[in-house]
Structure formats: C-alpha cells, structure tokens
C-alpha cells in the first residue's frame, strides 16, 4: 500500500511539472524568407512552423484569447491570420502597400502600411538622399478581426514605424521615422489630435512605449542614438543617449526597468527607470530589433535577423543563456500567454 501511495504521490508531482512546464507558453517568430516558427518556451526549441501562405512576414501579434495570430506580409501587401487551435491559415486580409508593425488592440488589428518606403534601411550616410522624393503619408490600417476585413484608415505621417496606446485607450500614438515626428490620433475617429517633432532630439523615430503606469511614453530615435521621454501630455521630459541605432524597445511588467535593442551596437540596453541610468548592456548579434519577455518574465527572446538566431537572455542575470537556430532571418517574436515585448504590451 505504501508503493502505490509513493507513486501515486510521484505521478501527481511530475503531472504537476508537466503542467507548470507547460503553462510557460509559446514564443511565435515572423521570419522574413519563412513563415513563423514556433519556440517551446519549456524546451527553448523550436518545435515546428507555420505556413501563412504568403512572403516576407514582419509585424506579427496575438489576438487577447490566443486564438488567432497575425502577420503583416511585406510582398503580398496583405495580413496572415492563423488559428492558433490548430496552427492553419484561415484567411488573408488586403491592408495596404508595404504592411510592417502590427498591433492587436480592443479585438482590432492595427498596421502600418507605408506607401512611400523601400522597405530598405537607410544606408549611412545617404539618410537624406530621398529629400526631394515626394513624403507620402502612411496609413495606419484598421482591421476587424470578426469582420474579416479592413474597416478604416488613419493617416499617419511617412513611413510610420511603432504604434503605441495610452493607458486610457483613448489615443493611439504613432512615430513617423521619414518626417521626423510622433503624432497622436484619437482612437475612435483616427482624428489627429497633435504632433511632436523630434528633429531637436534626433531623427527616425521608431519605437514607441507607455509606461506600465500610464504616466509617460519612450520613443527610440534610429538616427539621434538616443530614446525621449515624453509625459503624459507628451511634453518632452529628457533625451537619454544610447548606443549605436536604437529600434525595439519595452518596459519590464512593473515598469522599474526599460529595454532597448541598439542593432548596430549589437547590445540589449538596460535602464533603471527611476532615473534612466544604464544598468547594462547584454551583447547580442546583428539587426536585433525587435524582443519579447516569457510570460513568466523569466527570460528575453531577442529575434537577431542577421545573426540567424533566436537569443535567450535571462531577464534577472541579464546574460544570454541560449543560441536558437534561425536561418530565415527573424524579424519580430511574440509570446502567449501574453507578454511584454517590443512588439506587444500587457494592459
């Protein structure tokens, strides 16, 4: 009788591991010559792909319920959405000529689509060679998961990159790295409410964040080398010098630290946040743009497009603990359960 309580005791601890282990969740990669590949967050492999029937992938997001994962294609001007439940396509959803960030917001999707970019990065030296090229405003698409169908448009300056909202969910901030701004449109109209110019402080904005507080934002300035506080009236507070390039950017879950991927420099910058003093810079590869924590916020996964990897960093050592093979160039990573990333936010 003993035996079977023994292991009847064990079988239920190793169930309990199992069930833990696997409450860790899934990391979704966009790759840019693939579809997504999926990472077992337990195992820290990957354990398979995605067919999204379309080319070169880059924004990528999760629906609130994880039911439903969306890529912004690149080539086929068009979003992928894909039933997690089973990991097939569903359907694709025309949004605009060059679809890059996406976010999943209030059961809409929400993506940049910049009629008026390459799609190529700047070659130094040459950033202003486009100066007499006409700047045609991006579009910020709106998309209606449940409609299966773009619903609206807002107007966004040239070339949009990051999109934010306010803790309030009545603004939805956007950076436009070709016209060196940041505009802030009311959420349901799309209505323009104001512009911050960001030419003082450095150009291409790309990145942008509130604060888990809700009391400030951070935009990541691709040519300043720096990122800028703003409040929540979006008053410029400070400008915090990075290193070289600076693009993905995220808050931990409790605000008290700031990430920011500096891909020329090849570092993952940390800040504290209670004074914006750099705490470390954790080595990377090349073009690491954009990152997501775990669900349990125990680890970083850093998409290096260059490098052909997947990076694992220990968010509490604050070093990379483990090389995931990718060789089709990872642009974006997101998790679910859902987490806190560059590409994602936790409200």
């Given at each position: 009788m003993q035996v079977i309580k023994t292991v009847v005791i064990l079988g239920l601890l190793i169930s309990s591991l199992i069930a833990n282990a696997e409450g860790r969740g899934k990391a979704y990669v966009s790759n840019q010559e693939g579809g997504v590949s999926i990472i077992n967050l337990n195992t820290m492999e990957t354990e398979g792909s995605i067919d999204i029937q379309a080319k070169n992938p880059r924004g990528i997001?999760?629906?609130?319920?994880?039911?439903?994962?969306?890529?912004?294609?690149?080539?086929?001007?068009?979003?992928?959405?894909?039933?997690?439940?089973?990991?097939?396509?569903?359907?694709?959803?025309?949004?605009?000529?060059?679809?890059?960030?996406?976010?999943?917001?209030?059961?809409?999707?929400?993506?940049?689509?910049?009629?008026?970019?390459?799609?190529?990065?700047?070659?130094?030296?040459?950033?202003?060679?486009?100066?007499?090229?006409?700047?045609?405003?991006?579009?910020?698409?709106?998309?209606?998961?449940?409609?299966?169908?773009?619903?609206?448009?807002?107007?966004?300056?040239?070339?949009?990159?990051?999109?934010?909202?306010?803790?309030?969910?009545?603004?939805?901030?956007?950076?436009?790295?070709?016209?060196?701004?940041?505009?802030?449109?009311?959420?349901?109209?799309?209505?323009?409410?104001?512009?911050?110019?960001?030419?003082?402080?450095?150009?291409?904005?790309?990145?942008?964040?509130?604060?888990?507080?809700?009391?400030?934002?951070?935009?990541?300035?691709e040519m300043g080398n720096n990122f800028i506080v703003l409040d929540s009236q979006f008053k410029h507070l400070k400008t915090v010098a990075t290193g070289e390039s600076p693009y993905g950017v995220s808050f931990d879950r409790e605000g008290k630290h700031l990430f920011v991927a500096t891909s020329k420099s090849k570092t993952l910058e940390v800040y504290d946040t209670s004074n914006f003093e750099k705490i470390k810079e954790i080595p990377t590869g090349r073009r690491c743009w954009h990152f997501s924590f775990s669900p349990d916020d125990k680890d970083i996964l850093l998409a290096c497009g260059k490098s052909d990897e997947v990076l694992v960093i220990d968010s509490e050592k604050l070093e990379v603990t483990k090389h995931i093979p990718n060789k089709e160039i990872p642009w974006g990573v997101v998790a679910y359960p859902k987490s806190m990333g560059s590409l994602d936010n936790v409200k």
């Open positions: 997001g999760i629906t609130d319920d994880g039911h439903y994962l969306i890529t912004a294609n690149k080539d086929d001007d068009n979003l992928s959405v894909i039933d997690l439940t089973t990991n097939q396509f569903v359907k694709h959803i025309s949004v605009g000529k060059n679809p890059e960030f996406v976010r999943v917001f209030k059961g809409q999707v929400f993506v940049s689509t910049e009629p008026a970019s390459t799609g190529k990065p700047p070659v130094v030296g040459q950033e202003e060679d486009d100066k007499d090229e006409a700047k045609i405003p991006a579009r910020i698409a709106v998309v209606d998961l449940a409609k299966g169908k773009k619903i609206r448009e807002i107007i966004g300056g040239p070339e949009t990159e990051g999109i934010e909202f306010s803790k309030s969910g009545k603004e939805i901030i956007v950076t436009n790295e070709a016209d060196n701004t940041i505009t802030v449109h009311n959420f349901s109209s799309g209505k323009l409410l104001k512009t911050i110019s960001t030419k003082k402080y450095g150009d291409r904005p790309r990145g942008i964040k509130v604060a888990p507080n809700g009391k400030y934002y951070v935009a990541t300035l």
